[in-house]
């Protein structure tokens, strides 16, 4: 048998951002107890309330915002055996790990740069789609095809939680034109890469890079062919002097035995 806690009043079970519109029940130095159809108390913590005309600025006594009887917008932040955690603040719809590659979703544009557009699509941070990614057609300035306040569709092609990074495409989830059908592989529709692209990569990858003594030997290989000219010079101007040696070396035995 399901403990209290998980069933609502139509018989659906709570869960973490869930959506409801409570009624105050009582107000604490703690928080306040809201009343959101479930059999144990729903508690919204201090830290959860939030000032709609000043967000940012924590609260410090739960009356200055709430009062007995008040109705308020609410989501679930955690559900106990015991007791149901709640909050005021409006849950991101993406944790950074529910976001995967060629995940479709809804989006809407919130900035245009000359480089894309930013589509808010409920994570941290709002995604990019580079305006090669908006349309298969060449798309000059992003404002050709989309403005701000549009919604969009869009996939999912690389998140990057390090660089706090989502990278979008609306052209992955629309149907290649006929006359782009036949062309060259460039990259897929959903953000990979060409089979000549990948072959190429592999192929730089099968090349081992050279070790310390490979890349010292091949300084000197490449010093010593750059002294070749002056040695081979070195090496005609020490001929000349030894045959200038043996032609007076001969001339003086000549004129030796001559006086003998």
Same mark, same amino acid.
């Given at each position: 048998?399901?403990?209290?806690?998980?069933?609502?009043?139509?018989?659906?079970?709570?869960?973490?951002?869930?959506?409801?519109? !409570?009624? *105050?029940?009582?107000?604490?130095?703690? %928080? =306040?107890? /809201?009343? +959101? #159809?479930?059999?144990? &108390?729903?508690?919204? @913590?201090?830290?959860?309330?939030?000032?709609?005309?000043?967000?940012?600025?924590?609260?410090?006594?739960?009356?200055?915002?709430?009062?007995?009887?008040?109705?308020?917008?609410?989501?679930?932040?955690?559900?106990?055996?015991?007791?149901?955690?709640?909050?005021?603040?409006?849950?991101?719809?993406?944790?950074?790990?529910?976001?995967?590659?060629?995940?479709?979703?809804? !989006?809407? *544009?919130?900035?245009?740069?000359?480089? %894309? =557009?930013? /589509?808010? +699509? #409920?994570?941290?941070? &709002?995604?990019?789609? @580079?305006?090669?990614?908006?349309?298969?057609?060449?798309?000059?300035?992003?404002?050709?095809?989309?403005?701000?306040?549009?919604?969009?569709?869009?996939?999912?092609?690389?998140?990057?939680?390090?660089?706090?990074?989502?990278?979008?495409?609306?052209?992955?989830?629309?149907?290649?034109?006929?006359?782009?059908?036949?062309?060259?592989?460039?990259?897929?529709?959903?953000?990979?890469?060409?089979?000549?692209?990948?072959?190429?990569?592999?192929?730089?990858?099968?090349?081992?890079?050279?070790?310390?003594?490979?890349?010292?030997?091949?300084?000197?290989?490449?010093?010593?062919?750059?002294?070749?000219?002056?040695?081979?010079?070195?090496?005609?101007?020490?001929?000349?002097?030894?045959?200038?040696?043996?032609?007076?070396?001969?001339?003086?035995?000549?004129?030796?035995?001559?006086?003998?």
């Amino acid at each position: 048998m399901e403990s209290p806690v998980e069933q609502t009043k139509n018989n659906q079970p709570f869960k973490a951002k869930q959506k409801f519109e !409570g009624k *105050v029940l009582k107000t604490s130095l703690q %928080g =306040a107890l /809201v009343d +959101i #159809g479930s059999d144990v &108390p729903a508690f919204l @913590h201090i830290s959860q309330v939030i000032d709609v005309n000043n967000p940012k600025t924590a609260v410090q006594n739960v009356e200055d915002i709430l009062k007995v009887d008040d109705t308020v917008t609410v989501w679930i932040r955690k559900v106990a055996k015991d007791h149901i955690s709640l909050t005021m603040v409006e849950p991101l719809l993406y944790e950074w790990r529910d976001l995967k590659p060629e995940m479709a979703v809804k !989006g809407t *544009v919130i900035r245009l740069e000359s480089f %894309g =557009a930013f /589509v808010e +699509i #409920g994570a941290e941070r &709002p995604g990019l789609v @580079h305006v090669s990614e908006l349309a298969h057609s060449f798309v000059r300035n992003p404002q050709e095809v989309v403005k701000v306040g549009d919604e969009l569709d869009v996939m999912v092609l690389e998140v990057d939680r390090r660089k706090k990074q989502i990278k979008l495409s609306v052209k992955a989830l629309l149907e290649t034109p006929e006359e782009l059908a036949f062309e060259a592989p460039k990259s897929s529709r959903r953000g990979k890469k060409s089979r000549i692209e990948l072959y190429e990569e592999e192929a730089e990858e099968l090349v081992p890079d050279p070790t310390y003594m490979e890349i010292a030997l091949r300084q000197a290989m490449d010093r010593a062919e750059k002294r070749k000219p002056a040695i081979a010079a070195r090496a005609k101007k020490q001929r000349m002097v030894d045959e200038d040696v043996d032609d007076i070396f001969a001339r003086t035995l000549q004129s030796k035995q001559s006086d003998d």
